[in-house]
């Protein structure tokens, strides 16, 4: 069975810093490329940053520079580093495994950014 754990949202200022994990049982965590993606209220979800199995990395537009994604293969987790945050920023954050296809998904966790 495939569990997709999210933590670290919360409530925070404009301008502060969030970190949030998503810890992975039930995959081989190492061949999967893993991403996370936002929804806010009344819009599409989109991918916020993703990391390769080999650590390779990509942004949205709206977020280099000011979040950083990362991995620890031997505790099957990725991370989100966010800094700077905006009111924008604010959504339902879900963690993403995927080899191909949809892949798997995370129940979410809520950041909201006041301003």
């Known amino acids: 069975q495939v569990q997709l754990v999210e933590s670290g949202g919360g409530l925070v200022q404009a301008g502060g810093s969030l970190r949030l994990s998503c810890a992975a049982s039930?995959?081989?965590?190492?061949?999967?490329?893993m991403a996370w993606y936002r929804q806010a209220p009344g819009k599409q979800r989109e991918m916020v940053a993703a990391i390769s199995s080999l650590g390779s990395t990509n942004y949205a537009d709206s977020v280099k520079g000011r979040f950083t994604i990362s991995r620890d293969n031997a505790k099957k987790s990725v991370y989100l580093q966010m800094h700077g945050l905006k009111p924008e920023d604010t959504a339902v954050y879900y963690c993403?495994?995927?080899?191909?296809?949809?892949?798997?998904w995370g129940q979410g966790t809520q950041v909201t950014v006041s301003s």
């Open positions: 039930g995959i081989t965590f190492n061949t999967h490329r």
């Open positions: 993403n495994a995927r080899i191909s296809g949809d892949g798997y």
